[in-house]
């Protein structure tokens, strides 16, 4: 009876004398549980930056080259541009690190979710004890990481090998990280819900890539943006990279070069709103669309 007893009181050492558990003791499978969620976050994260930085693909497709189209053209183009006293190359810098945004978060992400959803990768994680937002927490993680990484890249060849001006307020560097961090969300949410429109990995650079490249051409990335025909610009106007590209000119080009642009100012509150509608809608097809098994997947 005695042990009976002791091994009674052994079972239910978190109940009180009610009968109802501590509030310390019920918060500690909680903490575990968080504890336990942060290290399968953080692992796959690990995973995620390793994936990137060792496969050689990544790194030049998607890293490199807005580096690359940064150094050719920013040698070739010169002047200054009409009816303003910029030069050229600055608003052709200003619209590569937009076009760099739009190459790591959306198509690096959604080609990287295609490839892995065609192999089988995406459905076994699903199968395994990892919880299922890992897989996006290490996306976002990836996506953050390689847009800093090559916005600071970018940033840094055209002011040390092209004379780009830094932002001389605070108020213009906060442009550029919120401009930074909303074109990055809007980029790559669009990009995992554009994912699912890749049949396979074999076919997932032909289907993003040119996207990728009509996006440059009508947003002003190359050209000044109201050298482009009315048509292009309001069609531009439909998309996000437009958008940062107009934020990143607000960064780095003078105040007086809104006499060029369409409306006439740079628009800073209307940027906001756009991505931010970019960033809510791909978050919503995202939610509709990912599918965790491709066809091919049994």
């Not at 903490?31 to 060792?54: I, K, M, P």
């Not at 590569?96 to 790591?104: E, F, H, N, R, Y």
């Not at 947003?219 to 437009?242: E, I, R």
Request: glycine share 8%; hydrophobic share 50%; aromatic share 10%.
């Amino acid at each position: 009876m005695t042990a009976t007893v002791s091994e009674s009181s052994t079972e239910t050492p978190d109940l009180s004398g009610d009968g109802a558990m501590h509030p310390a003791e019920s918060a500690r499978p909680a903490a575990r549980g968080a504890r336990g969620y942060a290290r399968a976050c953080a692992a796959r994260s690990s995973v995620e930056l390793r994936a990137f930085f060792r496969n050689k693909q990544s790194l030049v497709f998607t890293l490199f080259f807005p580096v690359i189209l940064l150094v050719v053209f920013g040698s070739i183009f010169e002047g200054k541009v009409e009816g303003t006293d910029t030069d050229f190359r600055q608003v052709f810098m200003a619209g590569v690190i937009a076009a760099g945004v739009m190459s790591t978060a959306f198509s690096g992400l959604a080609i990287n979710v295609a490839i892995e959803r065609d192999t089988g990768t995406i459905r076994r994680l699903a199968l395994t004890p990892m919880p299922k937002s890992a897989y996006f927490v290490g996306k976002i993680v990836r996506v953050v990481v390689t847009t800093v990484l090559e916005t600071i890249l970018l940033i840094g060849i055209a002011v040390t090998a092209f004379g780009l001006p830094l932002p001389q307020t605070a108020e213009r560097w906060s442009t550029l990280v919120w401009c930074l961090a909303l074109g990055t969300a809007a980029c790559a949410l669009a990009g995992t819900a554009y994912s699912a429109l890749i049949p396979n990995s074999r076919s997932a650079a032909a289907v993003v890539t040119p996207v990728f490249m009509v996006m440059q051409f009508i947003s002003g990335v190359f050209y000044p943006f109201d050298h482009l025909p009315v048509w292009m610009q309001n069609t531009a106007a439909l998309f996000p990279v437009k958008w940062m590209a107009q934020g990143f000119r607000s960064v780095f080009l003078p105040d007086g070069f809104t006499v060029v642009e369409p409306a006439g100012s740079w628009e800073l509150g209307r940027i906001a709103l756009v991505l931010a509608l970019w960033a809510v809608g791909g978050l919503l097809a995202t939610g509709l669309t990912f599918d965790w098994r491709g066809p091919r997947v049994r």
